[in-house]
């Protein structure tokens, strides 16, 4: 297995290239399910998680080639439609897949995706409104076991909380349904909006994209003709960068990149003292000298990200004062702080609320990743960190990070990919 070194205390200077967003890519990946045509995708993030997808959507029949942040599809020659536990168990989103599948071909298996390290991360929303546009759904053996033989039917669907791949998978399965769904409480995400967006370029009229009710007219099992787009910048990555700046006191610029997609972020970093200057694609950040502390609470875009949480965490250490940072979506989304702890920093831990306690001196050593975004959380501390420190367990943090240490060697950190 891989593991990063990472020596601390360096200032980095220069720019670096955001990739496009995996969150984004996952679902545009499983609507290439609803397409008659081969789907052109461009810049396609390369990280382990678009190559699991691949591998799964190769492995019901379609034909998937990626090169150069290129990605082709062709489903036209689907057959399979069951997603196996070997593939599902790897990565969660291949839930993705169940609402294109079942509203093409009218029956689907997913093995259940099962929870994972930062929570129990159930499907019941997905299932429940699926059932609610006529699909029958039983559990059996660990799959999902879904079918609707006379097609799936539009209605008036609201989510009891809302759920980023629920609202999508839901929206794919709405684009090949007989009739209109509304869709009430639906994510917001950039990543659901460019969904949206392609569906309504590709002939499902949508109305209401980027709001909380989404109007889905389906084409009533009509595949689409999808025309080459291109994937939107990953808001997180460039957040995980702008912390990187913050937290070792660079003026970085980003390129490809969203401000406006980063709008919570950009305001948290600027209480805590940094200002920026933005253009159309890069944000220039000039961090300040002292980190203010800060309240994070995380929510729902356009609110404060949770999948920014463990990064702030790791810049709150550097902060001066006590920062308390509160994650609302997820039940243990707080594994990067043991890890954090064992450097010397000085958090405490209460249910869903950490505090920490900074400025404190960081010291390297040997930690490991739990997940994908505690893994970039270590990765910022280990930069400010004295010493060396490693990085075990990175697996986790390929899954969504696309050639982090070139991009951060190409900033002056002094970072290596080794074998253990
Ligand atoms: C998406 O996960 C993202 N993944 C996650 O990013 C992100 O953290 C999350 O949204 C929240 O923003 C992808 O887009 C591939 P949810 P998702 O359904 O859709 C509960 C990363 O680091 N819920 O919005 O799985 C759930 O337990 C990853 O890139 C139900 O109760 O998250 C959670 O508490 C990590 N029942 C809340 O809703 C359901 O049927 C939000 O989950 C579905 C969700």
């Not at 379609?62 to 689907?78: E, G, H, M, R």
Request: aromatic share 4%; with cysteine.
């Amino acid at each position: 297995m891989d593991y990063l070194q990472i020596e601390g205390i360096k200032n980095l200077n220069g720019r670096i290239t955001i990739s496009g967003a995996k969150n984004a890519s996952l679902p545009l990946i499983a609507m290439t399910i609803l397409a008659k045509n081969q789907v052109s995708i461009k810049n396609m993030p390369d990280v382990v998680d678009i190559k699991t997808l691949l591998k799964l959507l190769s492995n019901l029949g379609a034909q998937c080639t990626f090169n150069k942040k290129n990605v082709l599809v062709d489903t036209s020659k689907l057959t399979e439609t069951k997603a196996t536990y070997d593939i599902v168990k790897t990565m969660r989103a291949s839930i993705l897949v169940l609402g294109p599948i079942l509203a093409r071909f009218g029956h689907c298996e997913v093995s259940l995706p099962g929870g994972c390290a930062i929570g129990q991360r159930p499907v019941d929303l997905h299932l429940k409104a699926l059932e609610q546009m006529g699909a029958k759904i039983n559990i059996e053996a660990g799959y999902i076991q879904a079918s609707a033989p006379k097609g799936l039917k539009g209605c008036e669907i609201s989510f009891d909380k809302i759920t980023v791949t629920g609202t999508a998978n839901i929206v794919m399965a709405a684009a090949l349904a007989k009739g209109k769904t509304v869709l009430t409480n639906a994510a917001r995400e950039p990543e659901v909006v460019q969904l949206c967006e392609i569906l309504n370029a590709s002939g499902v009229k949508i109305e209401g994209i980027g709001t909380a009710i989404l109007t889905i007219h389906g084409t009533n099992k009509e595949l689409l003709d999808i025309q080459e787009f291109s994937i939107i910048p990953d808001r997180i990555e460039a957040g995980t960068y702008l912390c990187a700046a913050a937290i070792t006191r660079s003026v970085i610029t980003l390129e490809k990149v969203k401000a406006s997609h980063l709008g919570a972020v950009i305001s948290k970093l600027e209480e805590m003292g940094s200002k920026f200057d933005i253009t159309e694609d890069t944000i220039t950040i000039h961090p300040s000298k002292k980190i203010k502390a800060i309240k994070i609470t995380t929510q729902e875009y356009p609110a404060f990200p949770t999948d920014m949480q463990a990064q702030f965490l790791a810049l709150a250490t550097q902060a001066e004062g006590t920062s308390i940072i509160e994650e609302r979506l997820f039940e243990n989304r707080f594994m990067h702080v043991s890890e954090l702890q064992r450097m010397g920093a000085s958090i405490s831990l209460n249910g869903n609320i950490a505090t920490v306690n900074g400025k404190t001196e960081l010291s390297g050593t040997d930690v490991m990743a739990t997940d994908l975004r505690a893994s970039s959380a270590l990765v910022l501390a280990a930069l400010v960190a004295e010493g060396t420190t490693n990085i075990h367990r990175i697996y986790h943090l390929d899954r969504g990070y696309d050639s982090l240490e070139k991009k951060l060697q190409n900033v002056g950190a002094k970072i290596k990919r080794l074998k253990e």
